[in-house]
């Protein structure tokens, strides 16, 4: 199952990080490597916590797992088909994970 999508440069990509940084309700954001699940970038607040590179160390772990099980359902479903979106509700937080097409191939999770 191949991510489609729009390709990216690296100043567009910084660009669009920083967009999305600027938004009140974003905490955090951390850009994750499509294929390994290798965290490329991280900022905001769980960038800024202590015990940081540990703590985005277990979301993009969980996160990383998270996406290869859903693009595992998605490609049972549909071989054709790709993920483009998960979001995660719970009483306190919302994660909105972007597994897209850029280059470099990274997956975005906006805390």
Excluded: C
């Amino acid at each position: 199952m191949a991510a489609s999508g729009p390709s990216l440069t690296e100043d567009e990509l910084t660009s669009l990080l920083a967009r999305i940084s600027q938004k009140q309700s974003v905490q955090s954001l951390i850009i994750l490597d499509r294929s390994s699940g290798a965290i490329i970038r991280s900022s905001g607040s769980i960038a800024a916590n202590r015990n940081s590179e540990t703590l985005v160390g277990e979301y993009a772990g969980m996160v990383w797992k998270f996406v290869k099980s859903a693009e595992e359902m998605v490609g049972g479903m549909d071989d054709e088909d790709d993920l483009r979106l998960l979001r995660v509700r719970t009483k306190r937080h919302e994660l909105v994970i972007v597994p897209g097409n850029f280059n470099p191939d990274p997956m975005a999770i906006v805390r």
